[in-house]
């Protein structure tokens, strides 16, 4: 059974930086595909960034450029950097697996809270 824990969310000002970190228990890390959504209230949950086990990583546009996702297949940890912060990038942050023979986010962690005030 895979389990994930998030933490580095808090509270801060718009063109702060956060990072936040997810560590990966249980499986072979290496054989995962790490995504990182998060929800605002009211609205959808939203894919920001993923990373492939080989390190390539999908950046959705709207932190394209601020936000950059890494990752440490010895320590199975996964960190999203989090730059220029806007009040629109306040949301509950996730992380996510997804095995590599699969489509599907299959395992999820209980999120952190960013707020990120004007």
């Known amino acids: 059974q895979v389990q994930l824990a998030e933490s580095g969310g808090g509270l801060v000002q718009a063109g702060d930086s956060l990072r936040l970190s997810c560590v990966f228990y249980?499986?072979?890390?290496?054989?995962?595909?790490i995504g990182w959504f998060r929800q605002a209230p009211g609205k959808e949950r939203e894919l920001v960034n993923a990373?492939?086990?080989?390190?390539?990583?999908y950046d959705a546009d709207s932190v394209k450029g601020r936000f950059t996702l890494s990752r440490d297949n010895l320590g199975n940890l996964v960190y999203l950097q989090m730059n220029s912060l806007k009040p629109e990038d306040t949301a509950i942050y996730y992380c996510?697996?997804?095995?590599?023979?699969?489509?599907?986010?299959?395992?999820w962690g209980q999120g952190t809270q960013v707020t990120v005030s004007s």
């Open positions: 990373i492939t086990p080989g390190g390539s990583t």
């Open positions: 996510a697996a997804q095995h590599i023979s699969t489509s599907t986010y299959e395992y």
């Open positions: 249980g499986r072979t890390f290496s054989s995962y595909v």
